[in-house]
């Protein structure tokens, strides 16, 4: 039986040697499916142990390093501009909102079903459709006359960046060679936390020189550029051969979209009873979803990954501190500028030094990764991003620029320490040929924590004492931070690793 080396096909009925197993079709069926899964794993682990060559790995690099940024960045860009497109376009406030939430919208439902696409039709289709997608989506946003028009643009240009979040990790996973996994691990990470981080202070920069459809136009070369070299260096995939499930791709839809939805209802004070609906919906059909998929040989949702001890936690983690890192990020703005009196240049100064300690940190934790458990570092990070929280939320009423920005670095070093060592454990936790699930995985708990965090400020804000609400909101983002560094801690625990492959495993 020959085998294409991009394309993997499933072996026969006979070559399971299912006749064995006599009339019982289901456990034929079973056996079959678990006997293609692991020589897929055993493709992919080989076809994927060295990488992509030199100079062709640079190139595909670039291309999705490049990508990732540019989607990440609009999902935090449009906040800094909402008031004035609002009166470009003639919309209210209230209504502006859903120029951010139908991006966030469409990315969260989609995620998911794209990575498990991926793993079928490969990964570099799904990553280049995105990104065109993503690239033509941008050029639309930026013509925009009305407010319908823009939400709808931002709609598409939300499920083109989801394909290239869903298939971002199972990439670079490919790309580079097993030794360097954890140094492309660390830079996919550093673009991440750096383009989510800077988003605010980009924007600011574009809207002191131009006008707001500039903040999507800038999309549109750049796109360009990424798909033209992804075109030619990118490299195809093994694919699986399960068909693509599609009643699981609808209910993933409902019930992520659903729990957003009603995060943030319920974090922009609206009605109860519409809050009680979605979120109640979600977890109904949710349940159905998670059922379901428990019985699927590959499922949509990686409920299978998440059985795996260094995985769940991996995830958990992810998701208690990125909703720290949201928490900041709204909270501070106001902080600086109505609690301490900075104007809004000064305050994106300040917080400059957040992401470049990043830049600075995540390298050489992806370095790190060589020598220590992902999940000491990422402990050690999470504390550190705790007490740099700690810091923020105790400064003195009339600080030096100085105390401010050491604490910011302070923050930025925890995060940065953390975030690959964190990737590098989910990513090399999943079997090979479930790195599209992983991906997928990777993104939704980031997007989730991320929308509680928002949430989670604007609740906090409602109800504490006037002039409160900016130090509480911190105080609360240093209590996940603390509970992401405990979780990550539980992964050093023998009962966490791996079993060790025996001689006959």
């Known amino acids: 039986m020959k085998l294409n080396p991009f394309v993997y096909k499933a072996p026969s009925p006979a070559d399971a040697d299912l006749h064995d197993f006599g009339h019982d079709y289901a456990f034929a069926g079973r056996v079959a499916q678990i006997h293609r899964q692991s020589r897929l794993a055993a493709l992919m682990s080989e076809h994927y142990a060295d990488g992509m060559p030199m100079p062709a790995r640079v190139w595909a690099i670039a291309t999705v390093m490049l990508a990732i940024s540019l989607s990440v960045l609009d999902s935090a860009i449009a906040n800094v501009a909402l008031p004035t497109i609002a009166r470009d376009l003639n919309a209210s406030p209230a209504t502006s909102i859903w120029i951010v939430n139908a991006y966030q919208l469409a990315i969260t439902i989609s995620l998911l079903p794209l990575a498990a696409l991926g793993e079928i039709v490969g990964y570099r289709r799904v990553y280049t459709v995105g990104l065109a997608l993503f690239t033509l989506a941008s050029l639309a946003c930026a013509l925009s006359d009305s407010l319908l028009t823009l939400t709808l643009a931002r709609v598409a240009q939300g499920f083109g960046a989801a394909g290239i979040m869903s298939v971002n990790s199972a990439l670079v996973k490919m790309i580079y060679p097993r030794a360097w996994f954890g140094r492309g691990v660390a830079l996919n990470s550093l673009i991440v936390a750096f383009s989510s981080a800077a988003g605010p202070t980009l924007a600011a920069g574009i809207l002191s020189i131009a006008h707001w459809p500039w903040l999507f136009a800038v999309n549109v070369p750049l796109g360009i550029i990424a798909l033209g070299i992804a075109m030619r260096s990118l490299p195809d995939s093994i694919r699986a051969s399960h068909a693509f499930d599609w009643t699981g791709a609808l209910l993933s839809a409902l019930t992520f979209g659903l ?150 670095a302070l923050c930025g070093f925890g995060f940065g320490l953390f975030q690959s060592p964190n990737n590098y454990a989910m990513l090399t936790a999943a079997p090979a040929h479930r790195s599209g699930g992983a ?3 990777l993104g939704t708990a980031r997007l989730t924590g991320q929308t509680t965090g928002a949430a989670l400020v604007a609740l906090i804000f409602s109800v504490a004492p006037q002039g409160y609400g900016t130090r509480a909101a911190l105080y609360v983002a240093a209590v996940f931070a603390a509970v992401a560094a405990v979780v990550s801690s539980l992964r050093t625990l023998p009962a966490a690793q791996p079993p060790a492959k025996t001689s006959h495993g």
């Open 439 to 441: 991906s997928g995985m």
């Open 259 to 408: 729990l957003i939805s009603g995060i943030d209802s319920f974090g922009h004070g609206q009605e109860r009873w519409l809050v009680a609906v979605e979120l109640v919906a979600a977890v109904i059909i949710g349940t159905i979803f998670v059922r379901r998929q428990r019985t699927q040989p590959v499922p949509l949702l990686p409920v299978d990954l998440l059985r795996i001890p260094i995985f769940g936690l991996s995830i958990c983690t992810s998701m208690a501190s990125f909703c720290a890192q949201m928490l900041a990020f709204v909270a501070l703005p106001f902080y600086l500028q109505d609690s301490l009196g900075f104007d809004h240049v000064q305050t994106g100064l300040l917080m400059t030094a957040w992401p470049l300690t990043i830049v600075v940190v995540a390298p050489v934790a992806g370095r790190l990764l060589e020598h220590y458990k992902p999940g000491l570092l990422g402990a050690i990070g999470m504390t550190a991003f705790a007490l740099g929280l700690l810091a923020l939320a105790m400064l003195p009423a009339q600080p030096h620029s100085w105390d401010i920005v050491w604490r910011m």
